[in-house]
């Protein structure tokens, strides 16, 4: 195989994470932020569970005849970003309905002349 | 017992809030989460006191020993950053029934003070832990309940700052947990001193570039450097004034901790500031930051907004003098973050009297102020004096330092833009005393002084800007101690 596409996962790592990235910025609609908010963290959480994987490792239960693990360590750490995330992504959501009763409207720029005229 | 203080000063806010959002009414929230805020003050006391005689503190959390547990170390540093938090917390909590009182709907209020405490547990957290991805945890706690406090400003823009700051914050903090996987990947650790100790191996990799350039945005997100500022003028300004004057003195100060702690202690000084160009990246943008921020704070036709302003240069203060990369210079950087603590403190509370009062802090509905609320004034004065950095306040301690560190190294031009940013705040500070005190009000009549239960603790804060200028043995002693500890200069 190509040696730069043998790493193929973090490839996929990058991409993620630029879609994510410009969604947040691009996108006018406030939901439609949260997901490619979402979408940036999910490439980190894929980036930390290829950092963890070991090659022809096993999960890492105890078992007999097997000398290689995979490094649980990462994945522990990531079961947490993703609390994290969930917390974020609640507290996002309820945000953009109060903005909705508040406004009557979730799009960023309306929003924004709304606040100038204020 | 006292072996465990270092993590009770984390672990009890963290378990108030869930009691608070249990209890009732407004009254016994706020005495448990005040309760609670003089505690964790009692606690930084003890533990700044016993960093000054041991040097260093070291915890392993569950009894698991580092590197594999999650280890709690308390250097001066750290312990200066939560007496910090601890003493602001224990100021603005009593002040926040009447001022909160007036400002939140009453069954929000267990909501807010509980909020409060996951705030605090946070910053306390963050500034505890001596484990890089704990850093990471704390950090996204702080920040979760400072998007919720922001939320309950009265206006409605707040709920567009704090979905502005959310979405920043979040970017910020995963930037951070990028780098901090980079790190990992490269060495295998998440101990601080681990990671130093094994990095310098492998500090001219790509990897190790790529995690300190991911790390060193993140966490100039948090702490509002220019140009990564764009979420603090509106959540300062429409947050509640408690919550302004909490989330001001303490936030971008635990920001500037943990930007020293991985520039200085981890990725270690000469490759923060040799092998990559840090020092003159941080230094252009903070001093970008402090002439534009203050040139923007002149202008600004409310006073709340013109302090969140003033805050942002202030950060580009305490970013300038880290990123001198001397004793000196971090020394200033850590008595500036103290420092600034203080004077915005007192601020921010001395706006909420007038909040609390008339409703508003737009700068010309403060005309005659001067006369008909004259205590509240005087301490925006005396925190005013302070922030411009005038003799006998701690502002001048600060700037000083930072005067010295500038021309140790013969940085004219710093010292040249400190200076021109001073002169800024003069005029803006000024701006504000001229209309409360030398013009007369035609729309309202003559107003009260607000109540002891706000003007107290006001003055407690502007009584301690003049404190720590006259009597410095405590804030430059424990400062110096941190920085050179940090750079390793330590006899």
Known sequence: ?118 | MSVHLQVLIVVIPLLAAPLLVLLRGATAPWALATAVSWSVLAIALWLVAEVQVHGQLSYALGGWAAPWGIEYRLDAANAMVQLLVAMVAAVVLPYARLSAGREVDPEQQPGMYAAMMLLLAGLLGISATGDAFNVFVFLEISSLSTYTLIALGRDRRALTSAFRYLIMGTIGATFFLIGVGLLYALTGTLNMADLAERLPAVASTRTAHTAAAFLVVGICLKLALFPLHLWLPNAYTYAPSAVTALVAATATKVAAYVLIRFLYTIFGIHFSFGELPLSQILMVLAVIGMLVASAVAIRQPDAKRLLAYSSIAQVGYITLGLALGSVLGLTAALLHMFNHALMKGALFMALGCIAWRVGSTRVDQLKGLGRDMPWTMAAFVVGGLSLIGVPLTVGFISKWYLILAALEQGWWVLIAAIVISSLMAVVYIWRIVEIAWFQQSESRDHTREVPLGLLLPTWLLALANLWFGIDTRLTIGIADQAARALIGSAP
């Open chain 1, 1 to 118: 195989m190509i040696p730069e596409l043998a790493l193929y996962n973090y490839w996929i790592v990058i991409a993620l994470m630029m879609v994510g990235l410009y969604t947040v910025i691009s996108r006018g609609n406030l939901v439609k932020k949260l997901v490619g908010l979402n979408i940036f963290q999910t490439a980190v959480f894929f980036l930390y569970i290829s950092l963890g994987f070991v090659l022809e490792g096993a999960a890492p239960i105890l078992t007999e005849g097997v000398e290689v693990y995979s490094n649980p360590l990462p994945h522990v750490l990531i079961l947490t970003a993703i609390v994290v995330g969930v917390a974020t992504t609640a507290l996002g959501l309820a945000l953009v309905l109060r903005i909705k009763e508040a406004y009557g409207t979730v799009d960023e720029d309306q929003l924004q002349r709304m606040d100038n005229e204020a």
